[in-house]
Structure formats: structure tokens, C-alpha cells
């Protein structure tokens, strides 16, 4: 059967699936709209968690970054997993007794206001939006390639999917979905991995098969290949790094904290019955995030050999299909600088700036380019990171039921997350705007109908995002965990630990943190993208690191204001003991 049969499907199938699971798990009150009825299993919490969590850019963008930034893409690897363990034992369960539907319930209550709870909400949507643009990115390359369509079609027809079962299903329809999600997902990507692994080294377990040595008789271990191979192209060695040590910290402490702050993670630990079951569910959302985040590294490096090995210094009229499958995608272009027809792989850019096509085919059967190619470097070809993962069993030539099944994978782990993030911005709109705020006295139905309202909304609006986005998948969504780090993650944080910070205080630092991390990354990326170097950096820290200053300046505004305001009531110094006290834990209220 031919590949793309295969992969219409598999892709058609898993479609199928989580449509019918949505279906059949359709919200019918509030209570299941927002938290799943608040009885979701453990175990299957994990799995459904592990898949909201692991995005498109686990799947699709991280393993990329890593092949093509080495030592320095580790930081993607510890940030998001150690901010993890953090978020399992510093926030999940105490969040999870405090029993409520969303993080501006928490924040709103803690603080005894409507204003702090309209500012979460602000700082929520701020940050949802920012990492769904990635998501509906990756999955308009998954279909733009895959599926044959462009991108931006392939964005519209991923909205399509998302709305069916978010919208109907709500968290109970997600829940489910989600836990069929992460087994396509994790399937799809260790299956290319094991592949992959043994044809590289002869070791089928990738972890291992990172430590071994290449089967090419050389007797060299795969990274000594890659750094030797790398440097004779005039790149860097793969194992040493280029960021600087302070930059390196940030990013990673940006990533791990905003993890911590992630609204549409915390959001699935008010769904177990109790608060000792939302530890049970950290803790198996590690374990089935830990077999796609170790297996990551290997992908990477893998991905790298395999990529050098089939372009560098071939023949363009006899470059292998999936170079010209993904060049009909806009995501690898070749440019021949000095006309000999060889396609030339070295360090420093093709082009200048993201290449642009005009329509045409040059002397050598190439898509014309329309922009002019760079002079600074010999390089010849520009790819898209994004697409590595999704190009490896193409470019590794296995079989084309793999190349299918990654299809499934990536659109699977780029929907499962969406949808996540979805049902947060239109829980926190009807939810904590509606019906806290503005309109306390709207019926349960009415409320259900403007969280499906706002869902539908905020599908239109993330898939404009997916369409014209800030960046590249994982870069994008590291921003979004900037912005968690610097708004939401202290006033949970003091809100959970504190019995002192008042309201005025946690306002005045989710405000300080948000706009000052919002205008550095805005500056940066948007506004005066030629200055974003080290050396216009604010202490030499990228804008993917920023968060930390800015949860920084959060926690300093917040007890300074804290200081010279009024204290919180009372009823709020006991609500606090109540949250952290253990005993009784099992008992959390109910909602």
C-alpha cells in the first residue's frame, strides 16, 4: 500500500477516534464542562495530563532544536521536566484541596477579589494564546506536508477538529481524548526511535543507542561522530554550547517555573476526586512524559547524522524524495551559490531572512527563491527545525506504515494540548468573568453555553496565531512559559505559602511581571528583531529567558506593597492553614 494511502489512514482513524470519544463522553453540566466531574482515575489522569503537557513542541519542535543546537537545546529537556516535578509537589495537591474549578477561582478567592481574579484571567489568556499559536502551527505542518494541503489550510481543518470535541466534550470529552492522544503520540514517536536507533548504532533502545558507537566501522560513539562531522563543516561541536552560563539558567529556570504556572496543566488536578490523588497523578504524568523526554535526545542527535549524511554535497537532480516532498512545503529550500549542482550543507545561513518562493523553478529544477542568498556563508540549503522529527523515518527510509503513524503522532500531541489550552481561556471567560464577576446570577445552562461561546472564539483567534506566528514551534511556546513564570506562578506560590500576601499585593505583581516580560519579548521579537543578540540583551538574558525577571520584579512588587497595605482577613489566614495542613487531605472539598 502506498504511503500516502497509509497515512489518510491513519490519520483518518485517529480523527475518527477522538470524535467518537467525544461523542460519547459529551459535557453535561458545568461541573463536567470544567473539571470532568471532578472523578477522572489517577492513571488516566496522568495519561491525559502527559498528553496536554507534551505539545507540539515535545513532539514535533523539540528534538529539532536539540539536532541542531546541541548542548544548548538541554535546556528545553530540564526546564519542562524539572518544572514539572515542581509543579507536582508544590502546587498540585494544595491546589487540589483547595477545590475549585480553575486557577482565577483560586487566585480570586485567595485574594478576595474580583480584580485579582480579572487580572489572572488577563494574564491567563495572555499566556494560552501565546502557546497556542504553536500548537496550531505544528499542526498546519503536519497536514501541509502529510496531507497535502498548505499550512494555513491545514490550520483551519485542525480548528475543525479541536471544536468538535472541546467544545462538545469539554473536559470530560478532552480527558478521554487526551489519553487516546498520548498513546498515538508516544507510539508514534518511540516506534521511528527504535527504527532509527538500531539502524544507526545496532542498538534498538534510542537511550542507549545515544552512547553507542555508529555502525560505520569508524569505531567512534555517536556524539564523537556528530562533533567531528559538525566541526569540519565549520559548525560548533555538537557537545559544547554557545549560549553563555547565565542565559543557559534563565531559560531553563523560565521553563521550569512557568511549567509550574501553566494554567492548562494545573487546570487537570482539579479533576481527581481527592487530593492525594492528584500527587498519584503527577507522578504517573512523569512517567509517561519521562519515555518521550528521554527518548528526545537520542531523536536529536540521530536525526542530525542522518540529515548531513543524505544532502551534504549531493547531486540536487538526484536528492532523495523527501527533500523535494518537503521543499513543495515551503520548509527546505536550496539555493546553488556556486553553480556546480551540489547541494552544500555548512555553518551560517542560506538565505537572507526565511526564504521566500516565487512560483518558478531555477536553472537546476529548484524552487526559485525570492529573496537574495546570503553571502556571509557558503551554505546552501535552509530548513525549517520543525520539520525533523516528522522528516526522520522519511529520511532514515523506513517503512511507510512509520511515516504514517508519525503523521498521527504529531497531529495528536499538537490537538491534545490545543484542546487543553482551550477549555482553560473559555473556562476562565464564563467561569471566572460571567459567573463570579459580572454575571453571578446566570444559570448553570447559560454558563455552559458561553464557556462552548467562548471556546469557539478562542478557536478562531488560536488559529489566526497558528497562521501568522511569532516564531517557531518550541520558540513560541517558550515564551508562553515566560509569561507563567512572571504573572501566575507567585501569586499561586504566596497564595499556597503565605498567609500575608494580601490582595494588593499579588495584583501589583501579576501586572508588573506580565507587561515587563510582554514588552521585553514583544521588542525583541516583534518590534526590533535585529537587536535581539547578546549584546542588546537586558544582562545578557535572551527573551526566552526573561520570565525569571520578571517573576522576579513579581515577587519583589508583591511584598513591597504587601507591606505597606492593609492585611488579609482572617477568614483568608485560615483558609490558608487549611490548605497546607496534610491531615484530612483525602477529604478535599468538593465543588
Known amino acids: 500500500m ?56 515535545s513532539f514535533i519542535s523539540m528534538a529539532g532544536i536539540i539536532a541542531f543546537s546541541g548542548y544548548d537545546g538541554s535546556v528545553y529537556l530540564m526546564g519542562w521536566t524539572g518544572g514539572y516535578v515542581m509543579l507536582a509537589l508544590l502546587l498540585a495537591p494544595y491546589l487540589r484541596k483547595f477545590g475549585q474549578f480553575t486557577v482565577p477561582d483560586f487566585i480570586g478567592t485567595r485574594y478576595y477579589s474580583s480584580a485579582a481574579r480579572v487580572v489572572a484571567v488577563i494574564c ?39 471544536f468538535i470535541y472541546a467544545v462538545m466534550g469539554g473536559m470530560k470529552g478532552i480527558t478521554y481524548t487526551q489519553v487516546a492522544q498520548y498513546c498515538v503520540l508516544i507510539f508514534a514517536y518511540m516506534v521511528p526511535a527504535f527504527f532509527i536507533s538500531f539502524l544507526v548504532t545496532g542498538n534498538a533502545i534510542p537511550q542507549i543507542g545515544l552512547g553507542s558507537t555508529v555502525n560505520d566501522g569508524s569505531g567512534l560513539y555517536v556524539l564523537q561522530k556528530l562533533d567531528l562531522v559538525l566541526q569540519d563543516l565549520g559548525f560548533g561541536a555538537y557537545t559544547d ?62 536525526a542530525r547524522i542522518n540529515f548531513i549524511e543524505t544532502i551534504n554535497e549531493q547531486d540536487y537532480s538526484e536528492a532523495p524524495a523527501w527533500f523535494k516532498n518537503w521543499e513543495a512545503n515551503d520548509l527546505i529550500a536550496w539555493s546553488d551559490k556556486n553553480g556546480d549542482g551540489k547541494m552544500s550543507y555548512r555553518a551560517g545561513d542560506a538565505f537572507e531572512g526565511k526564504p521566500e518562493f516565487t512560483g518558478t523553478t531555477g536553472a537546476s529544477g529548484e524552487r526559485s527563491i525570492a529573496n537574495m542568498p546570503s553571502t556571509d556563508s557558503d551554505n546552501e540549503i535552509y530548513v525549517d527545525r520543525d520539520i525533523m522529527v516528522l522528516a526522520n523515518p522519511e529520511i532514515a527510509r523506513l517503512p511507510g506504515w512509520v511515516i504514517a503513524l508519525v503523521a498521527a503522532g504529531g497531529l495528536a500531541a499538537a490537538l491534545s494540548t490545543a484542546a ?50 511569532p516564531g517557531w514551534v518550541a520558540q513560541v511556546v517558550a ?108 477529604d478535599a472539598p468538593t465543588h
Not at 124 to 136: C, E, K, R
Request: proline share 4%; net charge positive; aromatic share 12%.
Open 241 to 302: 554550547g554557545s549560549k553563555s552560563m547565565v542565559d543557559v539558567f534563565c531559560i531553563t529556570a523560565a521553563l521550569m517555573i512557568g511549567t509550574a504556572g501553566l494554567p492548562h496543566v494545573i487546570v487537570r488536578f482539579f479533576t481527581v476526586p481527592k487530593a492525594s490523588d492528584a500527587r498519584k497523578s503527577a507522578g504517573w504524568a512523569l512517567v509517561f512524559i519521562a519515555l518521550l523526554y528521554t527518548t528526545a535526545p537520542a531523536v536529536g542527535a540521530f
Open 124 to 162: 491567563l489568556i495572555f499566556i494560552s494564546f501565546t502557546y497556542i499559536a504553536g500548537q496550531m502551527r505544528g499542526v498546519g505542518i503536519v497536514f501541509s506536508r502529510f496531507l497535502d494541503v498548505p499550512i494555513d489550510l491545514g490550520v483551519i481543518i485542525g480548528m475543525g477538529i479541536v
Open 2 to 57: 502506498e504511503t500516502q494511502t497509509l497515512i489518510y489512514i491513519f490519520v483518518g482513524l485517529s480523527f475518527a477516534l477522538y470524535i467518537g470519544i467525544a461523542i460519547w463522553s459529551r459535557a453535561g453540566s458545568t461541573k463536567e464542562f470544567y473539571v470532568a466531574g471532578g472523578g477522572v482515575n489517577p492513571v488516566v489522569n496522568g495519561m491525559a495530563t502527559a498528553a496536554d503537557w507534551m505539545s507540539a513542541a
Open 479 to 586: 515564551f508562553a512559559f515566560g509569561l507563567a513564570a512572571a504573572s501566575l506562578f507567585p501569586a499561586i506560590f504566596m497564595g499556597i505559602f503565605s498567609k500575608t500576601m494580601n490582595r494588593e499585593g499579588a495584583i501589583a505583581g501579576m501586572v508588573t511581571g506580565l507587561l515587563f516580560t510582554f514588552a521585553y519579548i514583544a521588542w525583541f521579537k516583534l518590534l526590533s528583531p535585529e537587536t535581539n543578540n547578546a549584546a542588546h540583551w537586558l544582562l545578557g538574558i535572551s527573551p526566552e529567558g526573561i520570565g525569571v525577571v520578571g517573576m522576579l520584579l513579581n515577587f519583589a512588587v508583591a511584598i513591597a506593597i504587601s507591606r505597606v497595605t492593609a492585611s488579609p482577613p482572617v477568614e483568608i489566614s485560615r483558609l490558608v492553614n487549611s490548605i497546607r495542613v496534610p491531615r484530612g487531605a483525602g
Open 420 to 469: 487543553g489550552l482551550l477549555l482553560v481561556i473559555s473556562s476562565s471567560i464564563s467561569h471566572d468573568l460571567l459567573k463570579s464577576t459580572f454575571r453571578p446570577q446566570i444559570t448553570e445552562k447559560g454558563e455552559l453555553m458561553a464557556a462552548r461561546i467562548a471556546a469557539t472564539a478562542a478557536i478562531v483567534v488560536a488559529g489566526y496565531l497558528g497562521i501568522y506566528p
